[in-house]
Each structure stands twice: as structure tokens, then as C-alpha cells.
């Protein structure tokens, strides 16, 4: 099953290689993982998501809080959260497609950030099903890059 | 007042009561080394290789439970302390290496003598550091050996670069450590403990499992206690030899790949496993679906990831084993429920005893040739039980553990999670350091030994008096055993036929060098080579045919031994 992680760690020099190293030593997978500070300048978030049974996630929680820099785990899979994604796009926007292009954007609340001869480069941020849905709706059309952040997860309420 | 880096690094350590540093100079420690030479209050123990030096301060840690420390320069020097990293990391054993590092400027430059240790000893250390900054080595200095001591212990690795060496700035050691991300749980929780208890007494068939945790957290006496108090075998870990007498009655010595018939047959009809500083080790279990197949699992353990890592636990504890045994005890000592638990229990301890009667540890003796198992009987006889005894790895190390009979801690020094041929000669010399007054004995093979034969040198010139017996069958034993066993006796590189003669090489390192040749001479020879000053080589000819048994084949279950 997919978990979402969100790890608070000290931000110093070294502790995302801790944090990688963690995962490629023993074996994890990390599906996507973003980092950056906190309020706190001294304090960065990473989150991570990654897969396994409930044995194989509980070791992953329990290893992360095992290390010496990290200040906080909280496994947010299930929990009340917004999960979001950035994409960037480059589609192509020749004659035909260019309305499509057009009429996709608006009805995902995307926007173009960038225009060329026959190209459009497209912003767009959402959960999985919409990032999904919107990158398939665009593959006939002529998908010609994509870049993603992976996700970020807050949990809801105060 | 204004020091240099190295003056700080030099009162640091003084000031944290480190007396005894094994290392190795070089340039990047030039520095350190010129206020070691100034400095009364720390000594030195010049190793002849830095992997010899790592396994000295893990000997010195083992035998006497305080934190060891090494000294080694930068790049071929800090990558010479790798193995002995990841061995004492495997084992939990509290040790801070210090290495030198090219000056700041010149890292990532492929500077000359320069490796990314910290990069490289990262998955082998608890924690490791780069010294940055003159003005943070001390209080860095403090916190490496409050991390390297404190909850599941480990090596820490300090980087220091040359300039952070030669800069002034005030020393200024912090009394306290505060590390916001680091916070070991040293109490059990109540109402675990109570389930856990609740749940031993409701069976029938118990056993205690104990390992190398019992050693780390001091909890001997603790765990003794209450084995005795509900009359509940105990099996002990390769890592664990010594936690409880081996010679109480209640002992079933080691559990295991080459663990005793009785104890594995005990552990897989219990009702109730209660594993106390053990990490279910895949040479502990066997084939770990069918482990243990009948018993609840209760597991103690102050490092909360080694539960539920290889086999589903029932009742899980965190927490210091000394205080969650104080706690059990306190549940039943003095209670009607103690004695009718060791009466209930009585046909579960004869039904044992009888698989100890059918199946004890044993060897066939061979006319005209020294079975390695009698040589390590006689050791035991020699020094009286009173040795503290390292080993290096194989076969030597497995008779070491079956057919000597331990009844202290911290006396059994072995590298049992890495495995590290090479580990028993300088962590036997660190241990005689730290215990000046004992009989230390390096159990060997003729394999292991010549990995860290060179220091002799240093045992020699420091005057340090181990003694090494190696049991020398012309083979890489253990090797050999899995060939003859799994790969129809084909002995693909495992015959040594090239060994040097041992009490010549002994000689040539200003030891003193024993041969025996023959079982009637074995007793003799050991009492005479232990009786001798200064360190002493003793090579044993013994019986290259010979196997360990008995021997859970790997990937099968703990009842399928091969005995002799």
C-alpha cells in the first residue's frame, strides 16, 4: 500500500543523503520526495511517498525516527490531508490541438505559463486522480515533457 | 583561554575520562598527534593497521563496557576503519572513531590523502559528523560519545579537517547534550510489562532467548533473577554467551545455527518466547516461517526497530532491559504465583533435560590427531573458566562458544553480526588493556589470524600479554564445512596450504611461539604458553576433517539439525 510520510528534519548539511541512504540501503522504495524549509529556518520538511506491506512501513517509520537529525515522523496515509502535485507541461498546440489545448486548461484550472511556435507549456497543481486525469487527457494531443515536484501533504483543521 | 583545535580535541577526550586511544598517525593528524606527545593524561596504543585499531577500541568497549576510542588519519586511514565500523555497528558496541580530513578548502578537490568518509561510514555508523567549525568540536566531541553510549549503542565517526585542527578558539566542553531528534526510551511501559507477565505465567513451555542486549544494558543479574525466580530456561545468543551462567542448570546454552540439540528443540515447542535484547538473527531462527511455531512472542528491546523486523512479536516492550526485568521481577517476587509457575513448569524443564540427554554436545575422538574441540575444553580447564576469551570467525569461533563454558559477562568477544575474520587478535589486545590484570585468550583459526596477524606487533611493543591458540587445520574451516556438506566436497580455495610456521612468526615478532602436536601435549603446552610473560602465540595442530554439529542447514528449520 502507498504512504505518504512527512518527516521533520534539522536542516543541516548531509541529512537527505541519511534519509536516502536509509532507503536504498534497506531496500525501501521512494516513489517521490520533496524538500524544503519550514517556518523554521533551521527545520526543513521532507515528504516522502513510498510503498509496502504494514510490516515493511512500520520498519520505515521506526528506521526514520532512529536517525539521529530527524525530529519528527507522522504517517499521513489515511489521515485528513491535502495532497497536491505541481506539473509543468509541454504539449503540442498546433492548429488542431491548440483548442483542445485551451478548452483542457480551463476546465482543470491549469494555466500556460509559456507560449511557443506550435508548443505550450502548461502549469497545473492537483491531487493524484486530477494530475492523472489531466495528463491523460492531454497524451493525444502530444505530450512532449513533463516535470513533477512529487507530492506535498498537509494535514486539514488547524 | 585560546587552544588549537587539536589542544581542544586532546582535553576533550582527557576531560570525558578517555584513557586509552588506539590509532595510527598520518598527516592530517600531524597536529593531534604533537599535543598527544605533550599530554600525560591520555594514553596511546600505536596499532600497526587501522581495521586492527577500530576492533582494539571494540574489544576494549566489549570487555569492559566503556565507550572506546580510535585515532586515524584521513583517506587510506579512515577507509582502513570500515570493517571495524560495520562490526561494531552490527554488534551495538559503543566506540568513536576521530579521523583526519584534508583541509575544508580542499574537499571535494580529490585532495591527496582525501575520501568522503563520512559519506562512506554513514550506513555503518549510529551517527557521523564533519567538523566544520573549531568552535563546535567540543561540544561535537561530547555528543559523538553521549550518541555512541546511550540507548542502543554504536560507533560514531568524527571527521575533523586539518585547518580545524590548527585553529585557536576557547575550549568550551558543554556539561549536557541537547539533541532534539535524539531521545533513546529507557522505561517499559507498565501495562506491557503486566500483559507480558500475565501472558507467561497463563503458559506452560517458556523459554528465555537472550542476547547481546543484556550485555549492553548490564541487566545480568536482572535477567537472572528472574529466570530463577519462575525457573524459566534460558538460551543465549552467540552474542549473549555469558549473560546468564552457562553452567546454571537452567542454562541451555546457545540457540541456533550451531546451537545445542536441547535449546533448539526447546525453542520450537515453547509456548512463550520472551526475547530480551535479541534481534531474531536469521542464524538465531532458521527457517524463520517455521520458528518457533507454537509460542507467544514477547520482546524487550530498548531499539524499537529491531521489533517486528523478522518475526511477528505479540507483546512488544521498548525500553532498557534492566529496568523492564526490575519491573517483571517486582510483578512476581515473593508471590504465591512464582512457586506454582516453577511447579507447573517441571515436566517442561524434564521434557529438556531429556533432549540434552539424547543429543549432548559432543565429538568423536580420533587416534592420533587433536580434535579442536577438546583443545578449546582445555583452555577452559587451563584458565580455569576465569578468561575473557575473543575468537576470530568460523569454526573457531563456533567451538569457541559451544565447548567453553561462560558464566561472566562481557568475557566472550566475537564479531557475530559481520562476521569479520581478522576481528579476535587486536579486540583480544584491547580487551587486556582495559583489563590489565586478566587472562585474555585469542581462540583462532589459521585463516582468521593471518587477517590482523601484524598486530602482535603492537602487543609485543605495548607489552600487552594475550595469549593466542590457534586451532589450525590447514583450512578456511568453516568454509570448507559448506562445501563438504552442500557442494560435494569440492575444495575450491579453501585449503591454506601455504601457512607460515606460526611459533617462527611469533618469534620474529618478539612474541613467544608453542606448538602442539599431539592431544597428550595440548594440556601441557596451554598451561605452559599461558603461564609465559608477554604475548604468546600457540599453534595447535588439530584435525582438519573435523565439522561443527551440531548445524541447521541455512534456510531450514531449527528441528532439522545435522548431529553428530
Redesign the interface.
Known sequence: MRHTISVLVENEFGVLSRVAGLFSGRGFNIESLCVAETTDAGVSRMTIVTSGNDQIVEQILKQLNKLVPVLKVIDLTGADTVVRELVLVKVNADNEGKQEVLRLVDIFRAKIVDVAPRCYTIEMTGGEGKVQAFLQMLRPLGIKDVVRTGKIAISRGA | MQMTGAEIFVKALADLGVDVVFGFPGGAVLNIYDALFRNTRVRHVLCRHEQGAVHMADGYARASGRTGVCLVTSGPGATNTVTGLATAYMDSIPLVVFSGQVPTLLIGNDAFQEADI??IS??CT??NY?V?DVRDLARIIKEAFY?ASTGRPGPVLVDMPKDVLVSPAEYNLPREVK????HPNYEGHPRQVESAMRMILSKERPVLYAGGGVILSNASAELAELARLLAIPVTTTLMGMGVFPGSDPLSLGMLGMHGTYWANMAISHADVIVAVGARFDDRVTGKVDEFAPHAKIVHIDI???SI??NV?VDIPIVGDLKDVLRKMIRHVKGKKEAAAYREKTGAWRGRIAAWAKTHPLTYKPAKGKIKPQYVVEQIYKVAKGKAIVATEVGQNQMWAAQFYTYDMPRTFLSSGGLGTMGYGLPAAIGAQVAMPGRLVVDIAGDGSIQMNIQELATAVQFKIPVKVVILNNGYLGMVRQWQELFFEGKYSHTRLPQIPDFVRLAEAYGAKGFRATKTEEVHDVLKEGFAADGPVLIDVVVDPAEMVYPMVPAGAPLTKMLLV
Open positions: 563520512v559519506g554513514r550506513p549510529k551517527h564533519l566544520k550518541i539533541l532534539r531528534g535524539y531499539d524499537p526497530t517486528q523486523k511477528p
